[in-house]
T-cell receptor, first 113, second 108 residues
Framework: KAGVTQTPRYLIKTRGQQVTLSCSPISGHRSVSWYQQTPGQGLQFLFEYFSETQRNKGNFPGRFSGRQFSNSRSEMNVSTLELGDSALYLC????????????FGPGTRLTVL | EDQVTQSPEALRLQEGESSSLNCSYTVSGLRGLFWYRQDPGKGPEFLFTLYSAGEEKEKERLKATLTKKESFLHITAPKPEDSATYLCAVQYGSRLTFGEGTQLTVNP
């Protein structure tokens, strides 16, 4: 079974630009969560989508948004990029229940100059 | 607010030298505690899920245990390939709250 895939793997943007990251979950998984990982803050929860609906949201500004499609693939968008948005963005999928394990993709490394 | 604290921040072992990593948590209504392994530049790799105090799970040289306030990841006779950052996370609702991780280095 193929794992979680994320594209692109690396991105370089400049301040003020916007970016869209993509995530394809494991086949059959309906829940997709996004996390931001930085050296100073560790892994922080951004949001979760289940069956095309945002089910939970972390403490991030409105510049961070996401969506999920009918095939469970998900995208997240960051508008008006800031230097502090440089991070590894991780996507994780799970089968459905709130209480089972999440499987992570390799991440997208975003650098904002 | 959920809090997860891992210790030590970094641990250096000789090959074959067993040790334990700690994860303490404060959460109202634990819905699961998860251990992950993360190699540099990669996404976390799932290791274990623990749901109730007293539960234990094993995988090769790793054994995870859970009490009402903390979890331990025991590493028996580690090898250099066990070098990685080990993360624990607690689940509240549908979100995971992660600790800062323990960076483990195993020297040959």
């Amino acid at each position: 079974k193929a794992g979680v895939t994320q594209t692109p793997r690396y991105l370089i943007k400049t301040r003020g630009q916007q970016v869209t990251l993509s995530c394809s979950p494991i086949s059959g998984h309906r829940s997709v969560s996004w996390y931001q990982q930085t050296p100073g803050q560790g892994l922080q929860f951004l949001f979760e989508y289940f069956s095309e609906t945002q089910r939970n949201k972390g403490n991030f500004p409105g510049r961070f948004s996401g969506r999920q499609f009918s095939n469970s693939r998900s995208e997240m968008n960051v508008s008006t990029l800031e230097l502090g948005d440089s991070a590894l963005y991780l996507c994780a999928s799970r089968w459905g229940s709130s209480y089972n394990e999440q499987f992570f993709g390799p991440g997208t490394r975003l650098t904002v100059l | 607010e959920d809090q997860v604290t891992q210790s030590p921040e970094a641990l250096r072992l000789q090959e074959g030298e067993s040790s334990s990593l700690n994860c303490s948590y404060t959460v109202s209504g634990l819905r699961g505690l998860f251990w992950y392994r993360q190699d540099p530049g990669k996404g976390p790799e799932f290791l274990f899920t623990l749901y109730s105090a007293g539960e234990e799970k094993e995988k090769e040289r790793l054994k995870a245990t859970l009490t009402k306030k903390e979890s331990f990841l025991h590493i028996t006779a580690p090898k250099p390939e066990d070098s990685a950052t080990y993360l624990c996370a607690v689940q509240y609702g549908s979100r995971l709250t992660f600790g800062e991780g323990t960076q483990l280095t195993v020297n040959p």
